[in-house]
């Protein structure tokens, strides 16, 4: 319970806070596009990017949605995966810290999250800032609300 993690632990609750919401609209989205007991059971069982890709392809097919109102839910809808891979990593990474001037006698400090991962795969490691989870905080916030007032758009069509 370092008092140095307290940015990154708030950052990284209030990500996972977003993403529920996010996985929310996604069953919601399924149900409103696709009123079929099958693709709702489908939905319980894919990860995330699988469900956002039956979605754009749910919108492709739609029938009551215009071109315009289409591309851009699928724009709102791929933008979630770029976010979506932040939230992976802080979710299955931990904080990495060091000691300041390399002085083991001062107070350590968090640097970041380390993904063993990075997504840039000529690198062994990488590290997440807490400003870069929060962008994804602030970013996957506007995401979901507006994916939410978009969601009645479909049950009128």
Known sequence: NHPDTSPFVLAVGKLMQNFGMIELMT???IAALKNESVAKDMARRVKLSARVAFITELIDGSDFLSADSGATMKQLWMSVLPHSQIRNIVAHSGLAMNFPENNPQLSPTVVGVMNLRPRDKSRDAELISVE??????NATARIGAELARLLPTLAKA
């Not at 870069?132 to 905080?137: A, K, L, R, T």
Request: aromatic letters at 22%; hydrophobic letters at 35%.
């Open 27 to 29: 069953y919601e989205w």
């Open 132 to 137: 870069e989870i929060n962008g994804s905080v």
